[in-house]
């Protein structure tokens, strides 16, 4: 257990992605789907990968299109690539489950540091929001309550990696790049954050963050 005593001084805010980082990961559920049809393992991924700044995801995310067009594009970008698939079951797939370890860490970190969540995330009414249970859904809300600012793609219209979104989460809170921490579980929206000085966690799990987070802020997460 890390010494209390020894917090650093060093950082003064953490920066959270929420999908893949306080919730799990989408991509075990994209490989089941995959498998379902006969498609190549993380073909979901290489779709999204393509043009990944004008693409139907990303334009989702910039709240530019709506479900049904999402639909239709995404689609036909996995029409290209050679695969057939349902865009509305995609969407459906990204909920994820709360990691309780990590909301844990969430709430022990807050006590020393301040926080913020930078997501892509989807229009209210779509994405996750359709597919979560009530009770699910409560304890999302729960979560992004304790964020002091919960930064948006499709309410800013812009969307990681752009470096402006991490820009916008620093000028909420006050702070330089260089004294933040941010988590994301995707190497491509670490790398900016990363350019302009941010100490970056790329989040493969809970354990293997929060041994990274609990080393760079000198306490306890757990």
């Known amino acids: ?3 209390p005593s020894k917090k650093s ?11 893949g980082v306080i919730l799990s990961s989408p991509f075990e559920a994209f490989n089941h789907y995959e498998a379902q049809l006969g498609l190549p393992r993380d073909f979901i991924r290489s779709v999204n990968a393509r043009e990944p700044d004008h693409n139907a995801w990303a334009q989702m995310e910039r709240g530019e299109i709506q479900m049904a067009r999402f639909a239709e594009l995404f ?10 698939l349902s865009g509305q079951h995609v969407i459906e797939l990204i909920s994820g489950e709360v990691r309780p370890e990590m909301v844990e860490a969430l709430h022990r970190v807050r006590e020393h540091w301040r926080i913020a969540c930078i997501t892509n995330n989807m229009p209210a009414g ?4 359709m597919t979560r249970s009530p009770e699910t859904a409560a304890q999302v809300k729960q979560i992004m309550a304790l964020f002091e ?7 800013l219209n812009m969307r990681k990696p752009d470096p402006r979104i991490y820009r916008h989460a620093c ?4 702070v330089a790049p260089e004294a933040c921490i941010y988590l994301d579980d995707l190497g491509i929206n670490l790398k900016p954050a990363r350019a302009m000085g941010m100490t970056t966690i790329k989040v493969g799990s809970a ?14 997460l757990r």
């Open 149 to 155: 600012h919960v930064v948006e793609s499709s309410k």
């Open 1 to 3: 257990m890390t010494d």
């Open 207 to 220: 354990a293997q963050a929060l041994d990274e987070l609990e080393g760079h802020l000198g306490i306890a």
């Open 126 to 129: 779509h994405g996750p929001s």
């Open 75 to 84: 689609e036909a970008e996995a029409r290209a690539l050679g695969g057939e």
């Open 9 to 19: 001084s060093r950082f003064q805010a953490v920066l959270w992605d929420f999908g």
């Open 171 to 174: 000028e909420l809170l006050g």
